[in-house]
């Protein structure tokens, strides 16, 4: 049988803005994951202790359990151990904080997490400030927060230096771009604002927080090299604010009914995929693109935790 080497002149000669590639977080993650296991096997084999995550879930929420069922699974593929507390939604704020205070004291545990949201009658930062910053591997603690603006070491939130490891895993230039990052939480847009505008690599870029008080989103949007969707509104980010060849990064996860699902739901980016990938450069799908990496830059500040204690 003979084989033709056929050109893809379609590939060759579009503007550069056609050259779409995916952002594969899924692969990218896969990778982490393996080095840690490799890290992991190499500890193991020296009669060292393996790292131990413990998760606290209040609830039943949907997504909150599929994020607590993917973090217990990275973990076993990691070689992680891990312990999962779980709670009813009736859980007074004392039995959470006297847990905490148990994780904290508790030397087997590296670090741990607890799952947002909290019911309404819970104050998330009560919860928060009570753990321990040396175990807060999820890096929503003020300290650890504080730590980052000073570009000092400790915990980063796991999103955002999912994204950023995402970003230097595939060698994407980001010194002297201008980056419109769309949401201002406190555990995505606020951090990673931050961190793209410091003298870092990746980073050194121009940063526009931009939030639901923005005006001329669109025309911001459209002057940008790279655009973060961060907000948690489906589909918000459409082709006619994209300028060609940007960077699209999509952080929004949020489910929506789809009857041709097992499930009945489908998860729906913050970007409509669709029409906008054809103009970028790159971009990061939902699911499959920045989800995954949260996850392995979980495993990564796990790693860090007992390496911290000097285990
Ligand atoms: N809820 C949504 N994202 C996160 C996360 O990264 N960590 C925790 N603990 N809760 C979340």
Redesign the pocket.
Known sequence: MAFFFIPDYLTIFAPKSERMELLDGKETARIIKAEIAQQVKARKAEGKKIPHLAAILVGTDGG?MT?IANKLKSCEECGFESTLMRYDDSVSEEVLLNKVKQLNEDKSIDGF?????LPAHIDEMKVTLAIDPQKDV?G?HPMNLGKMALNLPGFV???PSGIIELIRRNNLETAGKKCVIIGRSN?VGMPLSIMLSQNTEPGNCTVTLAHSQTVNLKEICLTADIIIAALGQPNFVTADMVKDGAVIIDVGTTRVQDSTKVSGWKLVGDVKFDEVAPKCSYISPVPGGVGPM?IAS?MMNTLKAMDLKGK
């Open positions: 909150s994020y997490i607890v799952q947002l949201p999820d929503f939130s796991a999103t555990i949260t979980l």
